[in-house]
């Protein structure tokens, strides 16, 4: 059983920074691409940044030049950097990760629990 596990998320005064993880366990063959996205209540679930197994990147337009995401693929690990927060930044940031795994090798996404980030002004 494939799990995900993230960390990282508080509260921090606006302009600070938090460095969010995630770590998938379990049987795992490959993982394609990993993410973050967040949601508010009220809102969508949107994406805030992904990479894939090729080390290509793709940011939301609201995070350019403050949001780092980047993996560790022998630790089966994603992290997001986030450098000068903004209020608006604040939401529950969920990982997500495009996995292949034994026994039947299909394509499956799977989504942690979510950590919180508050940012303050």
């Not at 691409?33 to 949601?39: A, E, I, S």
């Not at 930044?89 to 026994?103: G, Q, S």
Request: with cysteine; hydrophobic share 35%.
């Amino acid at each position: 059983q494939v799990q995900l596990v993230e960390s990282g998320g508080g509260l921090v005064q606006a302009g600070g920074s938090l460095r969010l993880s995630c770590a998938a366990s379990g049987s795992i063959f490959s993982i394609n691409t990993m993410g973050w996205h967040r949601q508010t209540p009220g809102k969508q679930r949107e994406l805030v940044a992904a990479i894939n197994s090729d080390g290509s990147t793709n940011y939301a337009d609201s995070v350019p030049g403050r949001f780092t995401i980047s993996r560790d693929n022998a630790k089966n690990t994603v992290y997001l950097q986030m450098n000068n927060l903004k209020p608006e930044d604040t939401a529950v940031y969920y990982c997500k990760m495009v996995i292949t795994a034994p026994p039947y090798y299909n394509v499956v996404s799977y989504w942690g629990k979510g950590t919180l980030v508050t940012v303050s002004s």
